[in-house]
């Protein structure tokens, strides 16, 4: 496939570099900024614009992956016939594409991707499709790109998005407050590497709410309340050990 690419951010950095493994030839990246197109486009051997008015409309895949903001404010920037167009949001609707082609759809990677990571491991990638036409399309290509592809609709994207957010942003928000934590009080936080990956491996053999461990679940209120001493000093992180400390002692 001829491929376009919108956008020169994580998720198109990403997807270019793994449509090139796939034997895809890509002829040309679009961004806002000039700059930003040209990093790209450099890396890929490639056009670049910043312009839609100068679209190679040759290519056989559009693939716009800006972020969601900006898709949803995409006033029919470009048409390119029946040529297949797909964006990588979750939580927008593919019908924000509809006057763009007759044949669009999404290609949504359920991952948590950053251009300068790039060996990220596992990427399912959740198609949806305006007609059994286009999703079929989108599914082959898809498939070049990685082997795990499922269907999904607009509402099933946006609930797995929410589910997303909660299981992967909101832990890495604590882990990197806890880092913070950890380097004010001078203890090592790659020390807890160990322990942050058991309780994910453990996640494929059971379910979460079985094997939940601590002082919450134990009801140590002595530990609890050492602990959020300590937390004075820190309102963000002692307000976040109630809120969760509450939802666990709940959820029993
Ligand atoms: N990163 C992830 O983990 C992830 C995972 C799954 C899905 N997604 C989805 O993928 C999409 C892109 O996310 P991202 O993380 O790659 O975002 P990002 O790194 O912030 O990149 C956004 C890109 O959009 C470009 N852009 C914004 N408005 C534009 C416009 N009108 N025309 C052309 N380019 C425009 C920006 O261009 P300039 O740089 O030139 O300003 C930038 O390259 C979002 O819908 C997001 O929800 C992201």
Redesign the pocket.
């Known amino acids: 496939m001829r491929v376009v690419m919108?956008?020169?951010?994580?998720?198109?950095t990403i997807f270019s570099r793994l449509i090139k493994k796939g034997g895809h030839t890509i002829l040309q990246v679009?961004?806002?900024?000039l700059p930003?197109?040209k990093t790209l486009a450099t890396e890929l051997n490639c056009d670049f614009s910043d312009n839609y008015g100068a679209l190679n409309k040759t290519a056989d895949i559009y693939i716009i992956?800006?972020?969601?903001d900006?898709?949803n404010k995409?006033d029919n920037?470009f048409s390119v016939g029946d040529k297949l167009v797909v964006?990588?949001?979750?939580s927008?609707s593919k019908s924000v594409l509809q006057n763009i082609s007759a044949n669009y759809g999404v290609l949504?990677?359920l991952?948590?991707?950053?251009k300068e990571i790039p060996d990220t491991v596992g990427m399912p990638l959740l198609i949806d499709g305006n007609s059994d036409h286009a999703i079929q399309l989108i599914q082959d290509f898809a498939l070049s790109i990685s082997p795990i592809v499922s269907k999904a609709n607009d509402e099933q994207r946006l609930k797995l998005h929410i589910a997303a957010i909660i299981a992967n942003n909101f832990t890495n928000h604590l882990f990197s407050l806890t880092e913070e934590f950890c380097k004010n009080e001078k203890v090592d936080f790659k020390l807890l590497l160990p322990i942050i990956n058991e309780t994910t491996r453990r996640l494929s053999t059971h379910s979460p709410a079985d094997v939940q461990t601590g002082p919450a679940i134990r009801n140590d209120d002595s530990t609890i309340d050492k602990h959020l001493a300590i937390l004075a000093n820190y309102p963000k992180l002692k307000n976040l050990y109630r809120i969760i400390t509450d939802s666990i002692r709940t959820n029993r």
């Open positions: 919108i956008g020169s951010g994580n998720v198109a679009i961004s806002k900024q930003n197109a992956a800006i972020n969601d900006s898709l995409l920037p964006h990588t949001a979750a927008v949504y990677p991952q948590s991707l950053r």
